[in-house]
Structures are given as structure tokens and as C-alpha cells.
């Protein structure tokens, strides 16, 4: 079956920056999955940061401020998210997911409800 694993949470301090991946098995067609990021701080709901399509267009939240950039390899199997001027309320258990892309994905692409697939997850600890 497909697999995510994600890669990249750490520790950092305030103003540093990460780069999480994640690493799409068991699935021949890779290119064609719309693939978004999430985030759940301990105890609160998950919500989407960052997603991109099979055209490689990228939507985010305007309240990360232009802090985050997600790109994907379909050579490598990969998606990224980039993260710069991290802050402690960016701390939470960060996860990608995957969805069947339909002609109005974007729609809600930020939307936990679109996500068929999702990846276990990374922790991102940001300190002050």
C-alpha cells in the first residue's frame, strides 16, 4: 500500500529554520497525487500549511506570513517544506498528506477533509 514518511523535526531555537520531507512509497504514479502539509500542536485541531498540486502550484495559509515554501521531487518521490523565522507558536507534530486531484482540489486544499493518505509525522520544536 501507499507509505509518507516524513523526516526533517527538530529542536531549534526562534528565528531558525527547518526543512521537513517526505518520502512517497509504494505508489507508481507519484506526479499525479496532490500532496499538502499539516500541523497539530499537542492537544489542539490539525490545520493545513502548505499544499501543491501536479503543476507544481503552491497555496499557503496568509497567516504563515511567506515563512513557509513546499516543493516536491516526482523524481525522488519527495516533498519538502521549508520553513525560515520560525517561531514557538510553529511548534506541533508536522504531517503530509496525499488526495486524488480533482478539478477543484485547490478549493480546499488546505482542508484536513481532503486528505485520503496521511504520514505518520515529525516533531518541530521551536524555543524561545
Known amino acids: 500500500q501507499v507509505q509518507l514518511v516524513e523526516s526533517g523535526g527538530d529542536s531549534v531555537q526562534a528565528g531558525g529554520s527547518l526543512r521537513l520531507s517526505c518520502v512517497v512509497s509504494g505508489h507508481t504514479h507519484t506526479a499525479e497525487l496532490c500532496m499538502a502539509w499539516f500541523r497539530q500542536p499537542r492537544g489542539k485541531e490539525r490545520e493545513g500549511v502548505a499544499a501543491i498540486d501536479r503543476a507544481h502550484r503552491a497555496f499557503y495559509p496568509d497567516s504563515l506570513e511567506g515563512r513557509f515554501t513546499v516543493s516536491r521531487d516526482s523524481g525522488k518521490n519527495t516533498l519538502y517544506l521549508q520553513m525560515n523565522k520560525l517561531i514557538p507558536d510553529d511548534t506541533a507534530k508536522y504531517s503530509c498528506?496525499?488526495?486524488?486531484?480533482?478539478?477543484?482540489?485547490?478549493?480546499?486544499?488546505?482542508?484536513?477533509?481532503?486528505?485520503?493518505?496521511w504520514g505518520q509525522g515529525t516533531q518541530v520544536t521551536v524555543s524561545s
Open positions: 498528506a496525499a488526495a486524488t486531484c480533482t478539478p477543484r482540489w485547490w478549493q480546499s486544499s488546505l482542508s484536513p477533509s481532503t486528505a485520503e493518505i
